[in-house]
């Protein structure tokens, strides 16, 4: 988009003064091509026992509010099923991280899925996610 975050961060708390219709065309262009460039990405898969079994497992998890624990090799469907999950449930969410995120990362991407605000301190995001977790089912 070419705008600096200060630019973004002052047009969403509606303190910015610039150019706002030319603004918001920039960022409606780059939703769009983000979306044309997301639609690419996803490549049909075709649905296999390993999937069914990984989906009917979080299910079972997702309705009985546990953890499960999903292993298997690369290439099997795991991540491939927890994202169809996600787009299929109305309520679970699915927070793709890295093994580099510090707890403060981890919880602000957390927040970004849950739509609450993920910026300032530690224990600000653990409020604002925890107050978001307790308004799901």
């Not at 706002?20 to 997301?38: I, N, P």
């Not at 299910?59 to 292993?71: K, W």
């Not at 491939?80 to 580099?100: F, N, Q």
Request: charged share 25%; net charge negative.
């Amino acid at each position: 988009m070419n705008n600096a975050p200060a630019v973004i961060s002052a047009y969403k708390s509606r303190a910015y003064n610039g150019d706002v219709k030319g603004l918001e065309e920039r960022m409606d262009a780059w939703l769009a091509r983000d979306a044309r460039r997301l639609s690419r990405i996803e490549v049909p898969t075709a649905e296999t026992a390993a999937m069914e079994q990984i989906r009917a497992a979080i299910a079972i998890a997702h309705e009985e509010a546990s953890i499960a624990v999903i292993v298997g090799d690369a290439g099997s469907g795991k991540t491939t099923a927890l994202r169809r999950y996600a787009i299929e449930s109305h309520s679970a969410l699915l927070v793709d991280v890295d093994p580099s995120f510090s707890q403060i990362v981890l919880m602000s991407e957390i927040a970004g899925c849950l739509g609450v605000e993920g910026k300032g301190g530690a224990n600000a995001v653990i409020d604002r996610v925890i107050g978001a977790l307790k308004d799901r089912d």
